[in-house]
């Protein structure tokens, strides 16, 4: 299959590498100019696996302004607020045929996408790999080949031909895919996942299994993760997972499968740049107010992490 990556950060480029690798061809696409520089400098990218075995990979890389090919599956890997930019600037190759995929963290994405491709073109999803970009020109796949897991499905709920395919070369790819029948539910369901782990590591600026050790974890996660299932039972969102599951696979990831990450929106933060936790936590709030519900805890750690961004950029 022929696709555009758009986005090369950490989670386009493990994407990418390991469906190329599968046989596909695979063009990245990426705005960041140092990152461009250092991998067209090097002839390629350094990938590491969980730090180690670092070597060099080479891949296709343009900017949205010198791409012009006709690629089967658009795949997106964007943070949220680079998004509406990118689909801006990479307007002139979009068309009827091809289609558009994505499993970026959060909520508001597919709003966007939807101004550019119908509905029956746009497979949704959440990944559960976790990846690390140290710096331009470098990707750390977190996790042994095979590691993690991610869940898709079609905006329309009904897999076609094009979705069956993309699933098979993700298997391939060994990204462990999933293909589920809710699509509002299963992204929902990764948005309150994350909307606890990434963004109470990120307050305290500690690692996952900090939290997950910590004898109060299950106190904090709860609270969260009642509120956005309260909201989500008023607006008719069925999640993928009970509550019960939700905590239990909290525990899982922080304690068991990945206790020294950090998550993505750490990884931000320390790099002084935008998190996503308006589309995370914020989403979960600003859902709430529709259906008045006031999310309280929601609300306040979204202005912590916004806290903890603000006193970083001032240090
Ligand atoms: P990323 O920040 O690594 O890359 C996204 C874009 O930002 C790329 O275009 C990249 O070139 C650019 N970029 C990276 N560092 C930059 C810097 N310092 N200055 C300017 N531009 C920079 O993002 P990601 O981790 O690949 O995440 C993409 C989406 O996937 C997000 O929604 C994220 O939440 C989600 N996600 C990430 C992970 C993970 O482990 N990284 C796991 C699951 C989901």
């Given at each position: 299959m022929k696709f555009a990556m758009?986005?090369?950060?950490a989670m386009g480029l493990r994407y990418g590498i390991l469906l190329q690798e599968a046989g596909n061809d695979v063009t990245f696409i990426d705005t960041w100019q140092p990152h461009i520089d250092k991998i067209r400098e090097q002839g390629g990218v350094y990938v590491m696996r969980d730090h180690k075995d670092r070597h060099l990979t080479k891949i296709k890389l343009e900017t949205p302004e010198t791409y012009d090919d006709d690629p089967d599956m658009l795949i997106f890997f964007t943070k949220q607020m680079q998004l509406e930019d990118y689909l801006k600037r990479c307007e002139h190759f979009f068309n009827d045929r091809q289609y558009a995929f994505t499993c970026m963290n959060g909520m508001g994405h597919i709003e966007k996408l939807q101004k550019y491709f119908a509905d029956d073109k746009i497979i949704g999803g959440t990944a559960l790999i976790a990846t690390v970009?140290?710096?331009?020109g470098e990707v750390d796949f977190m996790g042994?080949?095979?590691?993690g897991m991610m869940n898709m499905c079609p905006l329309n709920e009904k897999p076609d031909d094009m979705c069956y395919q993309l699933f098979n070369e993700l298997k391939k790819a060994q990204m462990n895919p999933t293909l589920t029948n809710d699509f509002t539910g299963t992204l929902m369901t990764k948005v309150i996942f994350n909307s606890v782990i990434n963004t109470i590591c990120t307050m305290f600026e500690i690692p996952m299994g900090e939290f997950g050790n910590f004898k109060g974890a299950y106190q904090m996660g709860r609270q969260l993760i009642d509120e956005a299932y309260d909201i989500c039972a008023r607006a008719g969102i069925h999640l993928v997972s009970t509550r019960d599951e939700e905590m239990a696979a909290l525990d899982h990831n922080t304690?068991?499968?990945?206790?020294?990450h950090y998550p993505s929106m750490y990884q931000d933060m320390i790099k002084d740049r935008p998190t996503e936790v308006d589309y995370i936590n914020g989403y979960i709030a600003n859902l709430g107010r529709k259906y008045h519900y006031e999310a309280a805890t929601h609300l306040f750690v979204t202005q912590a992490v916004h806290l903890a961004e603000y006193h970083r950029q001032n240090e």
């Open positions: 758009i986005g090369a950060g970009l140290p710096g331009p042994k080949r095979g590691a304690r068991i499968d990945m206790p020294l």
